[in-house]
């Protein structure tokens, strides 16, 4: 499995016009993005064929079980790598290339999926959105460029779950693209506990899930493994409410059921002020597009 901080990756300058490289969801298989291949999984599992790219016509790689992609397009530096003696897509490039057949919201997904953590609130982002975006700004000319330009936008660093990600979407995307609009929300936001509450709950920091800082309004979602903390997570929002935090939790039932997960985001527009009139014609249509995306919907 490939990650970006191996230290056998090197920019592959000489001859890129005439190698191959392992591309779209083949490469997909070739990264370690955990959320991204989490979410992928049936479709990298359904493909039979086997991605590449070629920088020429001049390259001959017609094989049975093989689909080639022909870009001569310029290729930002770190678009194409070679990572342990295998020519392959960056992630940089892969997003762009995916995109290329996604609609805005499968887009919007997806790149916040790339900037995810690898392993928790401690770990690094698999890709950074700064870079990313630099890189998708450097690709002029690339098929999906401009929706994933678009795309970048309403994509943060940092989230640790593909549901935080919903959270994250439901809430903060246009009326127009199924969201509520309500903006200033971070992923995994740090709390440095006071000495006495560090020593309360055993650790000196927290981090919530979907945080407003500026109106400390939290946002915690309980998964299925919250079932076996239920004790510790009461004690641990109780801290947060002494640090002036009002905090809110999501289930998995509020989002997968449809009229609940309306319900939820009414309440959210009142704790944020918001008007619940929503104008737009566009908004059920994407906010059901949106709702389709939840893994196993």
């Known amino acids: 499995m490939t990650t970006l901080s191996e230290n056998k990756i090197n920019n592959d300058k000489e001859n890129k016009d005439n190698c191959v490289y392992i591309s779209h969801f083949s490469a997909l298989k070739h990264w370690d993005l ?6 992928y999984q049936d479709i990298i599992d359904s493909i039979k064929i086997y991605e590449v790219l070629i920088r020429s016509r001049k390259v001959n790689h017609a094989k049975n079980g093989v689909k080639t992609y022909l870009n001569r397009k310029h290729v930002p530096q770190n678009g194409l790598m070679t990572v342990n003696n295998k020519k392959i897509v960056s992630p940089y490039l892969l997003f762009l ?4 057949n996604m609609d805005i919201l499968e887009t919007i997904l997806m790149g916040n999926l790339f900037c995810s953590k690898y392993d928790g609130p401690f770990s690094q982002e698999c890709l950074d959105v700064v870079k990313l975006r630099k890189f998708v700004e450097a690709a002029k000319g690339h098929k999906g460029r401009q929706k994933a330009m678009r795309a970048l936008q309403y994509v943060q660093n940092g989230a640790c779950s593909i549901m935080e990600i919903f959270v994250h ?3 903060s995307l246009p009326l127009m693209l199924g969201g509520r609009a309500i903006k200033g929300g971070y992923f995994n936001y740090k709390v440095i506990l006071t000495e006495e509450l560090a020593e309360a709950l055993d650790k000196e920091v927290l ?4 945080c407003f800082p500026d109106k400390k309004i939290a946002y915690e979602y309980l998964g299925e493994y919250h079932n076996q903390s239920v004790d510790q997570d009461s004690k641990r929002n109780l801290i947060l409410k002494r640090m002036g935090f009002d905090v809110n939790t999501i289930t998995k039932s509020q989002l997968y059921d449809k009229n609940n997960l309306k319900q939820l985001l009414m309440h959210v527009q009142k704790i944020h002020n918001k008007r619940n009139y929503i104008r737009t014609k566009e908004h059920e249509k994407n906010f059901h597009k949106l709702w389709l995306l939840l893994p196993g919907n």
């Open 169 to 171: 979407m439901f809430f």
């Open 207 to 210: 981090f919530i899930d979907y």
């Open 97 to 100: 290339q995916l995109s290329e």
């Open 34 to 39: 955990p959320l991204v291949k989490q979410y």
